[in-house]
């Protein structure tokens, strides 16, 4: 969703491997926590990551989601993840 914040769950849910409700559920979940932002346009969601919100376990508090969006990039093929302003 970095790169493509117009993603939709019906599309994102097979990519991941979980059903749609749980992509729904998930990102519910995420925006309540503030690392992501849901924005209606329309009658499609946009979705923006946000990047400077620090994880919150303990051990990880000092990396922040887009610390954690490159280091998974870094390990795709191709090896970039544009994130959303």
């Not at 749609?20 to 309540?32: D, M």
Request: avoid cysteine; aromatic fraction near 2%.
């Amino acid at each position: 969703m970095a790169g493509n914040p117009d993603l939709r769950i019906r599309d994102l849910a097979p990519m991941v491997g979980i059903t749609e409700r749980a992509v729904q559920r998930i990102l519910r979940e995420l925006a309540a926590e503030g690392f992501v932002e849901i924005e209606k346009i329309g009658r499609r969601n946009h979705y923006n990551v946000r990047p400077e919100h620090h994880l919150r376990h303990p051990v990880e508090e000092h990396a922040t989601v887009g610390d954690l969006i490159h280091m998974l990039a870094s390990l795709r093929p191709g090896g970039s993840a544009a994130l959303s302003d």
